[in-house]
């Protein structure tokens, strides 16, 4: 596993969109993005459900995500960097839809805010 891998691999809260607010992103329970040291995942917000595809990068990753919202096949692609203050930062675009940039914690420091 590479050191971007490993200190990216795991469980994170999306604590803010610029699209949307808390309301919805936790509307059918808590908003999240879930990365695997293999560069597979998951993430869900709203009444988005998705798995994702990604590739680490120097800083981060870029992914490539498909699954479903309000019932409706979507997908998109997007970018998340590891900032100094161990949070992500980055952006989630539908194809030929909304984009939005995102911050995640991670998932054990629920209580802390980036």
């Known amino acids: 596993m590479t050191d971007i891998a490993d200190r990216i691999a795991g469980k994170w809260r999306i604590?803010?969109?610029?699209a949307w607010d808390k309301g919805h992103l936790d509307l059918c329970g808590p908003a999240f993005i879930e990365i695997d040291a293999q560069g597979r995942g998951g993430m869900a917000f709203g009444?988005?459900?998705a798995s994702l595809d990604c590739g680490f990068i120097p800083g981060g990753i870029?992914?490539?995500?498909n699954g479903a919202d309000e019932g409706d096949q979507v997908a998109g692609d997007?970018?998340?960097d590891l900032r100094d203050d161990g949070c992500?930062?980055?952006e989630i675009v539908?194809?030929?839809?909304?984009e939005t940039t995102f911050i995640a914690a991670p998932w054990t420091r629920l209580?802390?805010?980036c």
Request: proline share 0%; net charge negative.
């Open 15 to 18: 604590v803010e969109t610029a």
């Open 47 to 49: 009444a988005l459900e």
């Open 62 to 65: 870029d992914f490539e995500w």
């Open 78 to 80: 997007g970018w998340a």
């Open 88 to 90: 992500l930062e980055g």
């Open 94 to 98: 539908y194809h030929n839809g909304d």
């Open 111 to 113: 209580s802390a805010t």
